[in-house]
């Protein structure tokens, strides 16, 4: 997340949101045990980010 966002946003956005295709942050998913791949996705999806990122 720190090359697409920088190391202070990335903080941000795994800390406050929500990933709608979650409900929960990135830092809620992690510590649930959701997969990284399934996380990463989902911050793609959520911000558009392009397909050679994914």
């Known amino acids: 997340m720190e090359t697409q966002f920088g190391a ?6 795994a800390s406050d949101f929500r990933l709608p295709s ?4 990135v830092d809620e998913a992690i510590a649930a045990g959701a ?3 399934d996380i990463w996705r989902a911050v793609c999806d959520a911000f558009e980010l392009p397909a050679n990122v994914r």
């Open 8 to 13: 202070g946003y990335a903080r941000s956005v």
């Open 22 to 25: 979650l409900g929960r942050t």
């Open 35 to 37: 997969d990284t791949k």
